[in-house]
């Protein structure tokens, strides 16, 4: 028997120095785990950045195995295992891991490589988590090889060193909608294919269960959703199932029109039988929410020199001018069915902290169902009017300045993007609530439904529009209401992509219900979207949430997110006036005033725990902000600015 090679294979395992043994000071690691709490998450900071930093060699070294073993045959390769997969093989074999991994890594080597190089350098200064880089690449496949692929390589990439945190939804609505507005007649024909292909499914299990699943457009889908979200909660507090159990039931008892039930047993149980077709008729309408502008409801406009020399430009901006039109306008539209609207949840608490935990989603549940109509018609939509065109014109110039000085890419790279000829077309995009970015010809085809309803979110003066209702300064107002989670589109919190619209509306400097004036407003930027765990652990948890304007961009504003040990991270990087930058435009106006308290109201006993820690955040705050400003502090630049993940 031959041992040839074995020498070899001894070598290349254990020749270079085990990772245990290595200077650790030299690698800038901490050389004991005996830290404090803010040492360790700093440990874990910095540990984020080099383990890009390593993916980033890691695409390297498969990139460089691809140039020498792949590239001089890949044209004109027709063997049954390729070069491709060969090499693919060869890094399966020396990872153990299986010949799909190998080929993936590869895929993004490749990828990072050839259509994505400014992407790729994102990864290696610690930008972007290497968590992210499958979904940009798999969300940028429809450029690959295109004339203009450089330029959305170059906008991904000056998004991504914004200051700010990430998470998957928004950097695949970051991708989505850098492709979709460069590549309008490509995108529509491959969404036609995509509808021709759907398909209805099913696939044998393990243990006697089985798959059932179907293809079909991201509205319906969504209804479908909704539809089995709101019958699986149709249960007791003591029903045994998961959430997703409850749902495969509800699904079959929809199909089959069957009862569907609690399991808990009990007998004064009120959901121990329930109609599934009842629930599903006399429930209210199901609304689905689009947010896009004017622009992209006209369709496509000729691209004009200015979108192509800014290619860091964002794309509704580029959209807009290019119709000659500064002010995109910010809309809503809901797609909806005869089936049910999401009921809304409720907190259990103990009885002394009922208060404080209804006291920042009440807001929420009736500004809901003011939106949730309960006519015949399916669909609801909002918009925004125009802005005076010389105060957008100011905004969107120092919004382009801004955009310049964060790309850190280099001066060459933006140049040869800038070089790389624009498609003849520049089409705007949509966002649908819970699904993300779609394209400019898919909005049209809803708007073209004649169901559809589209409602401007404003009446292009300068009005401002109300804030709150009219009797309760606490409550958002309609308008209000829908501008925020537009705004936000998911839950703030650093890398939590529940979406907005199915999330509350959380003062974020509490609200003071005996003396008003002495809290947080009932205002644009007194309020932000959470998802219901975040608002619970601000609410009850020593976190600390900050929002206030940016000093440096009009009506746009910063948030700040503090740990209970004192390290800050800032808030998402790319929010809804990122794709639709018409709604910076949209004032509201102040809170109505609100009547002093009546005599002898004033509280004798000294001021519950809860009261006591929401003073205390406010005077965090105030110190926080008085000190930035003393400083002169701003929100990191790009190059100081922590792993945004």
């Not at 450089?150 to 991708?175: E, F, H, M, N, Q």
């Not at 205002?523 to 652990?537: D, I, N």
């Not at 003073?615 to 190059?639: F, I, K, M, S």
């Amino acid at each position: 028997m031959s041992d040839r090679g074995v020498g070899a294979v001894s070598a290349a395992q254990v020749g270079s120095r085990p990772w245990p043994e290595r200077d650790h000071a030299a690698l800038g690691l901490p050389v004991s785990f005996d830290l404090p709490v803010v040492g360790h998450l700093d440990a874990l900071a910095d540990l984020s950045a080099g383990a890009a930093y390593l993916e980033w060699r890691r695409y390297r070294h498969a990139a460089a195995l691809h140039t020498d073993l792949v590239l001089a045959e890949e044209d004109r390769d027709e063997r049954a295992v390729d070069a491709f997969a060969q090499c693919a093989a060869r890094i399966a074999t020396a990872l153990s891991v299986s010949q799909y991994v190998a080929e993936r890594i590869l895929d993004n080597a490749v990828a990072l490589r050839d259509r994505l190089p400014r992407v790729f350098e994102c990864l290696r200064d610690g930008v972007v988590s290497p968590t992210f880089i499958r979904t940009i690449v798999s969300r940028t496949e429809l450029v690959h090889g295109r004339s203009y692929q450089g330029l959305v390589d170059a906008d991904i990439a000056a998004a991504l060193r914004k200051p700010g945190s990430w998470s998957t939804a928004r950097v695949r609505d970051l991708c989505d909608q850098m492709v979709y507005r460069r590549d309008p007649d490509a995108v529509r024909e491959r969404r036609e294919e995509a509808l021709k292909g759907r398909c209805f499914f099913t696939e044998a299990g393990l243990d006697g269960m089985g798959t059932v699943g179907a293809t079909m457009s991201a509205e319906r889908a969504a209804i479908v959703a909704r539809v089995v979200e709101r019958l699986a909660a149709q249960v007791c507090k003591h029903d045994s199932r998961t959430k997703g159990a409850r749902a495969s039931d509800a699904l079959f008892a929809l199909v089959e029109h069957a009862p569907f039930g609690c399991d808990c047993a009990r007998p004064d149980c009120a959901f121990m039988v329930v109609d599934a077709d009842e629930v599903a008729a006399t429930a209210a309408r199901i609304v689905i929410h689009v947010v896009t502008d004017t622009t992209t409801l006209t369709g496509p406009v000729p691209a004009t020199a200015t979108a192509t020399t800014t290619p860091a430009k964002n794309a509704a901006e580029a959209a807009t001018e290019s119709a000659e039109q500064p002010t995109a306008r910010a809309q809503t539209r809901d797609a909806d069915t005869t089936a049910a609207a999401a009921e809304p949840v409720t907190v259990d608490t103990d009885a002394a902290d009922e208060d404080a935990a209804v006291d920042e989603t009440a807001a929420v549940d009736e500004a809901a169902a003011n939106q949730i109509a309960i006519d015949e018609a399916v669909v609801g939509v909002f918009t925004a009017d125009d802005a005076p065109v010389e105060e957008a014109e100011a905004v969107e110039a120092e919004a382009d300045e801004a955009e310049v000085e964060e790309t850190v890419a280099g001066e060459d790279a933006a140049a040869d993007a800038a070089a790389e000829p624009e498609p003849e077309l520049v089409d705007g995009v949509g966002f649908v609530a819970g699904l993300g970015i779609i394209s400019g010809a898919h909005v049209r085809d809803l708007a073209a439904d004649p169901e559809a309803v589209i409602r401007p979110l404003g009446d292009g003066t300068l009005t401002p529009l109300p804030a709150t209702q009219p009797a309760d300064p606490y409550r958002p107002s309609a308008a209000l209401d829908t501008f925020i989670r537009a705004r936000d589109r998911y839950c703030t919190w650093p890398g939590c992509s529940k979406p907005a619209w199915d999330g509350d509306l959380d003062h974020i400097t509490e609200y003071d219900h005996a003396h008003p004036e002495r809290g947080g407003q009932t205002s644009a930027t007194g309020l932000g979207a959470k998802c219901r765990f975040h608002h619970l652990l601000k609410t009850f948890g020593d976190f600390v949430d900050d929002q206030y304007d940016d000093p440096d961009h009009p009506g746009r504003i910063i948030r700040t997110f503090t740990i209970p040990e004192g390290r800050t991270v800032l808030g998402p990087a790319h929010t809804g006036f990122d794709t639709h930058p018409g709604l910076d435009m949209i004032v509201f106006g102040d809170p109505p005033a609100t009547r002093p308290p009546s005599p002898g109201t004033e509280p004798t006993r000294p001021a519950p725990r809860t009261e006591q820690k929401h003073a205390r955040r406010r005077q965090e705050r105030d110190r926080n902000r008085l000190r930035n400003n003393l400083n002169g502090v701003r929100p990191p630049e790009p190059d100081d600015a922590p792993p945004p993940f």
